[in-house]
């Protein structure tokens, strides 16, 4: 297993390479760049805003010229070519493609992911700023639905065909049907000062008054702001586990070593967690990575945006809406470190459920 843990991590940095070169070449070809972005709204006479691209005015004053020369970018007619220049130095569009495809390999050696464009900030700096927000509701919520999809699923499987499976069915077919972002909107109109009651905040990750409160009170502070969002992705997204344990705990049970277990003697609860349990956990394991990961980074984008939270999500979802092209491959390449780091992990707790896994062997074989 030590082996197929250090092939997993010498793949990781090509994998990674293969990640970032596809998405670049894709962006170098899609339209509306952060240099046409700019001319557009020079373009709109919104001369001021395009100010904070130069270190002087006097090159900006200089776009109120029309001029007839012909550019590569579109609606740049009538643009002095030496701003055009200016802006493409501004954000590295100077150089050609393959340098700064190499610059930004060299830098991401070394986790420098550069500078936001329109923020002023370094990326790494954005990111570790947003990370928590995003980290507490995909952490809780994945834990949260853990706690609650897994002994839910089992009692479905064990009572099948009752009452108490019938009656959860209906829940597990609610959260099927309805999204998580409804859910939040419904919670806020029912907790949040609505038409209801007021019992929860609106907006933030803590009150104002933050860093005013005792330990205590932060930690209650803390948790009555991610009470409702992390209510909704629990509600939206319990179903779908809560299934697949039921399934895979009934797919074990009809197998012939527990009419052999049972046979031997063995009570309900010993075949149930000695017997199945290892068994039947090894597929709910396998989507851990792709639960957390879904969660962490996309399931909780409206999430955040409904609640005012301004986390990684939301910050990955408006780079590539504005074209900032630092804060896009920051997060991807973070988003493919953290999924591969956790794809790997998951092998490994494989390992750890059922020894008789090991995937070193069956490669070596």
Known sequence: MT??????LFLIPLTLFLIITINFAFVQIAPGGPVEQVIAKLEGKNIDASARFSGSGAGMATAKASLSSESKYKGAQGLDPELIKEIEKQFGFDKPVYERFFIMLKDYLTFDLGESYYRNVKVTDLIMEKFPVSLSIGLWSTL???????PLGIKKAVKEGSKFDVITSWAVIIGYAVPAFL???????????GKYLDWFPLRGLVSDNWEQLSLAGKIVDYFWHLALPVASMVIGGFAALTMLTKNSFLDEIAKPYVVTA?????TEN?????QIFRNAMLIVIAGFPA?????????????????SLDGIGL???EAVMNRDYPVMFGTL???GLVGLLLNLLSDMTYHFVDPRIDFGRRNDS
Not at 3 to 8: D, F, I, M, N, S
Not at 144 to 150: G, R
């Open 315 to 317: 910050l990955g979802f």
């Open 270 to 274: 010993q075949i149930l967690y000695g």
């Open 3 to 8: 082996g197929y843990v250090l092939r997993r």
């Open 144 to 150: 949260l639905i853990y706690l609650i999809s897994i």
């Open 183 to 193: 859910f939040a909107l419904l919670l806020i109109i029912l907790f949040c000062g």
């Open 291 to 307: 639960a957390l990961i879904g969660i962490l980074f996309t399931g909780s984008l409206l999430i955040e945006v409904i609640f």
């Open 262 to 266: 049972k046979a031997k003697g063995m």
């Open 333 to 335: 390449y973070i988003f």
